[in-house]
């Protein structure tokens, strides 16, 4: 846990979802965000909160090392990604399609966005962890800003 501070952390057994920023902050160690993303996987690893995410995810996190023709940090990423303990990964359905596209219309939303907020809604995730603002007007799902927390 990041020293002081459990602020804005799911309730013990609490299924969350996980936007892709949440990821980059954790593997980059973010200077401002790092340490409470590092905190809120390691409650993921040790089983106390269950996590999905969207295969939408590892598309946004590869972009960067292949742009950066960083191949070898791609497969690692890669690897992580598909071995990390108690993390789902989901991948873009006709129903979350569909879901999607309801919450697209509704708050305005990114594809990316909505997509991920389909997933883990219709995945039973009581809170989504992400960074963005356009998450605050959204009903369906407690979102949680980092920022705010930090």
Known sequence: ???GSTQGFPLERQRIGLDTNV??????????YGAWCASLFDLIERGLN?????????????VQPYRDQKDELAQRMFALAGTYPRL??????MNVADRAAEL????RLSTP????LATAILHKA????????????VKEIECVLIDELI
């Open 1 to 3: 846990m990041v020293a």
């Open 23 to 32: 990821f980059i902050y954790f593997l980059e160690d973010h200077p401002r």
């Open 50 to 62: 269950p996590a999905v995410t969207s295969t939408v995810t590892l598309l946004e996190l590869l």
């Open 88 to 93: 789902e990964w989901v991948s873009v359905t």
């Open 104 to 107: 697209r219309a509704r708050y």
């Open 113 to 116: 966005d909505a997509i991920q």
């Open 126 to 137: 009581v809170r989504f962890y992400g960074n963005d603002r356009g998450l605050r007007k």
